[in-house]
């Protein structure tokens, strides 16, 4: 089993964030997203995972890539890194690394979060990953016939198809076959919102018979900008914590300092008369002082003092000494 993760994208609506650090790369209760993601995925899936494919802009750089690597090896695969260094459409983010398109495969985008019981059915030769939504206007859905197969995808539909959202995850029993057909939607320039999408390729395979399965997830957090991925950290918070994992790290130094699960806490973290929590993610050697924190996200090496704050997202090497709430300060940035 391969998996593929196009990864390309720099994130603009997560901007500032976004700015220094690409998006999957974001910490979420400690662990940067891809690596969730990854972990995740291998998890459910119970099979031994031969490579992991990462596309990335070229631009994210050499220390970027040796962390990808390193994702992969932890699961014991092989790590493979292609570049899409323009914003062509998923097709092609998928087509950057066609040297690795081979065999089964799980193709997944670096931009959410599941829980889930992956069951792949042997019998289909593709499964495409749903979560019912209130709003299907909003998302690409699918449609079912009476068998339970997909037999049509519908990008924000006008009218009523489906409350079945397709989320990003998709399994291939010979991904191959999506390369080829992909290749084709590239040779005859066939373009939808000035991009090459993957769902082009879907509909070749569909026209030629194969058959399409829908899996559904129990759960799938989205990153997409500051209030959605804070939410996704309080979800992922509360998900470990009842799953019985260890969070805070044993060194932290607490002085007149309270702490309210769930929260992650990384290493090297002093808190002086502070509260922190529910629902708080702080990084390596962050420091808070006569702060209160509640429901947000905090990267690493970040000085807080005199603040009150609650859906706040915070990057790395910040220092802030302020009296505002509902905040969003990318990395290096200094309010004193």
Known sequence: MKIIVPMAGRGSRLRPHTLTVPKPLIPIAGKPIVHRLVEDIAGVLNQDIEEVAFVIHESFGKKVEEELIAIAQKIGAKGTIYYQNEA???GHAIMCAKDSLSGPAVIAYADTLIRAD?????????????K???????????NLNEANE??????????????????????FKDVAVLKNELQWVLDNNIIHGG??????GIKQMMAKG????PGKVDEWMDCGNKDVTVETNSRMLNFLHNDGIHLVDYDVKLENATIIPPCYIGKNVVLI??????NVSLGDGCHLQNATIKNSLVQNHSHI?????????????????GNFTSISIGDYSVLE
């Open 88 to 90: 062509l459409g998923t």
């Open 305 to 321: 003092k005199n603040a009150s704050l609650d859906n706040a997202m915070i990057g790395s090497h910040v220092s802030y000494d």
């Open 273 to 278: 008369n502070a509260t922190v929590g529910p």
């Open 195 to 200: 991009e090459y999408q993957i769902n082009d």
């Open 118 to 130: 992956f069951d792949l059915d042997k019998n289909a030769d593709s499964v495409i990953w749903v």
């Open 132 to 142: 019912q939504v209130d709003q299907p206007e909003a998302f690409g859905v699918i």
């Open 210 to 213: 194969m058959k399409f399965v």
């Open 150 to 171: 997909i037999v049509e995808l519908v990008e924000k539909p006008k009218e009523y198809v489906s409350d079945l959202a397709v989320i990003g995850i998709y399994y």
